[in-house]
Structure formats: C-alpha cells, structure tokens
C-alpha cells in the first residue's frame, strides 16, 4: 500500500473512531488528522475534500466488503428456495454485518459509528448505491414475505428492526470498549438478535385497531 494510501485509511479509521466516540458534531478535521498521525491539519480536505466526503468514504469503505457477502449469503437462501422465509432472509441482513464487526482485531467502532449518523438516513445517499444493492433486495423480499402486513407497514417494521439490532451491537460494542462484562456471548447476542427480529417482523399489527377502540371518534 502506498504512503498516500495508508495515510486515506489511517484517516478513515481514526475518523470512524472519533465519530463513534463523539458524534460528528463533536469532532473536528483537526481532530481526525492528529488522531491520524497527520501532521497536516488540511489532510482531511485533501483526500475526502469534505467531511461529507470523509463521510461517505467511510461508508463506502465498509460497506463494499459487508454488501458483498450479504450478496452471497442472498445467493445462499435463493438457491435453497428460501426466498420467502423471514429468518433466512434477516440472518442474510444481519450475519454480514456481525461477522464484519467480529473480525476486527483490537474491537469494532463501526456500529457505533452507524448509532451516532443513523443507519435508516444512509440509505438516501445515491452514492453509495452500488455497495447498499443486496441489502436493498432484502428489504423487498421481506416485503413480499411479509404478507399479513401492508406495503407501508412492513417497510416501516423492517427499518425500525435495522434501527434497533443497530442500537443494540453498539451497547456491546461499547460495554466492550469500556470492559463492562456482558450478559453473553457476542456470538449468542446476534442469536438473540435474529431470534427478536423475526419475532417483530412476524408480529401481527395491533396497534392501529387497539387505538380505534380505546379511543372512537365522536
């Protein structure tokens, strides 16, 4: 790897780091490029021209390798002719993400990262199309795999449960970073996860007729 391309991944990571620490607001392009070892404060402007850019890099950065298996793990369910089966298709969701989050030796930032920009925001970058398709076709099987709900409400049900088993790998992430004991195995957490997913996205829609019967109109 070259210099200039150790330098864009030391600010890469270094920014992921703050920000997951700090939130965007909290950090500024100084902050990233001392954490970096840069001794230019315009390093940041340099390679990202932005911190939207610095942003989006990130994104980008991680996800390719993330959205690549989740397309095998697609792949994996379509074959078995379980392309309608909710869990298959969450574990194809989740697992990918988990198994990226796993494998990063010194301990992950990045659902942290996700927790403090909002994973549910990201979606709208047209930028990062092309590293988000596999989870995009996710989303849809659930749709249509989610036949007791409509359109609308299973959308709003399946972005909800990204949100949260985000929220979630970010407490572990952080009771880890601050060597807090948990309550199990990072591997049974993401059992857990599946488990509470499916359950949600299964669950009937309640909501809307208890409301109407609590509260009838005059």
Do not use: C, K
């Not at 992921?16 to 700090?22: F, P």
């Not at 490029?33 to 610095?54: C, D, I, K, P």
């Amino acid at each position: 790897m070259s210099s200039a391309a150790d330098s864009r991944q030391a600010l890469l990571d270094a920014a992921e780091q703050l920000y997951a620490a700090h939130g965007i607001e909290g950090v500024s392009m100084r902050d990233i490029a001392t954490a970096a070892g840069q001794r230019n404060n315009s390093a940041v402007q340099y390679h990202f021209g932005s911190r939207e850019g610095l942003l989006l890099a990130i994104f980008q950065d991680r996800m390719r390798s993330i959205n690549q298996v989740r397309r095998a793990y697609l792949d994996d369910v379509e074959r078995a002719g379980r392309g309608s089966d909710v869990r298959a298709l969450v574990e194809a969701e989740i697992r990918p993400l988990t198994e990226f989050l796993a494998e990063i030796p010194d301990g992950s930032y990045y659902a942290r990262f996700l927790a403090r920009v909002s994973p549910s925001a990201i979606s709208t970058l047209a930028e990062l199309s092309e590293v988000q398709d596999a989870g995009r076709d996710i989303v849809e099987m659930l749709v249509d795999a989610l036949t007791h709900l409509p359109r609308r409400v299973a959308l709003t049900r399946i972005d909800l449960m990204f949100n949260m088993m985000i929220s979630a790998l970010a407490l572990v992430e952080q009771r880890s970073a601050e060597g807090l004991p948990q309550l199990t195995s990072f591997a049974d957490t993401v059992d857990h996860l599946i488990d509470m997913a499916v359950g949600a996205l299964l669950a009937d829609r309640t909501g809307a007729p208890w409301q109407a019967q609590s509260h009838p109109e005059p």
